[in-house]
């Protein structure tokens, strides 16, 4: 899939003519791994996932679909020991991406959060983009697997792409009994926080959002 630029309607939106996409492409390559993610922030959903793993295909629809981010991941991984360096690196890459795509940051809402609910599931997430990565999970899992997905796995992802994105990330668990439910339920509230978060605020629009100046 081509990360295209953005459309000149959604720059009209901000009242830009002089914007700067904000995409960005990363390749990571590892003796255990080879990652390649493209994002567009600016973009309308689309997205293509292949890691190999199909549950985190499953959340990265999310992640595009609610977050209205381009994405196009791929990803070869040692698969046959486990899905965990395949699933923690994308997650690495994924967050450089972010990061990338972010920039300076100038202009940004920074801050995010969204309470999702999916049938008997509720979970809240907050997060920031601080430039200082921190983590606070409150998922309480009741499976070891989602399918064959072994679902520690979703707190390293989100690791992963807190350290790489410099993100302030608060996860709350407020209900739920379905494995399946509680972790979708996450990537969407994570992806309509950061959607929150990365939208440009026009009041500021060449400001970075921080008293200090700098983030």
């Known amino acids: 899939m081509q990360i295209s630029n953005t459309n ?14 904000r995409i960005a ?20 959903g689309k997205c293509q996932a292949a890691t190999g793993i199909p549950f985190l295909d499953h959340m990265l629809h ?21 899905d965990h ?25 920074r801050f995010g959060h969204f309470l999702a609910p999916l049938d008997e599931s509720l979970v809240q997430v907050a997060l920031d983009f601080s430039g200082r ?41 407020i209900d739920g009994i379905n494995s399946h439910h509680i972790i979708e339920a996450t990537f969407k509230a994570f992806a309509r926080a950061m959607r929150m978060a990365v939208e440009l605020d026009p009041r500021r629009i060449d400001i970075i959002p921080s008293s200090k100046g700098v983030l």
């Open 85 to 109: 360096h395949t699933n923690e690196d994308v997650g690495i890459t994924l967050g450089k991406a972010l990061g990338k795509a972010l920039g300076d940051r100038k202009g940004i809402v």
């Open 8 to 21: 000149e309607n959604h720059l009209e939106n901000y009242g830009q003519t002089n914007f700067t996409p």
């Open 25 to 44: 492409s990363v390749k990571r390559t590892t003796g255990e791994t080879d990652v390649q993610v493209a994002i567009n922030l600016d973009g309308t």
């Open 133 to 173: 990565p921190h983590l606070s999970y409150g998922l309480q899992i009741p499976t070891q697997r989602v399918g064959n997905y072994d679902t520690q796995l979703v707190r390293e992802f989100f690791v992963a792409i807190v350290n790489h994105s410099q993100m302030t990330l608060h996860i709350r668990q």
């Open 62 to 82: 999310q992640i595009s679909s609610h977050g209205l981010f381009d994405l196009d991941i791929q990803a070869k991984g040692d698969w046959e020991i486990d």
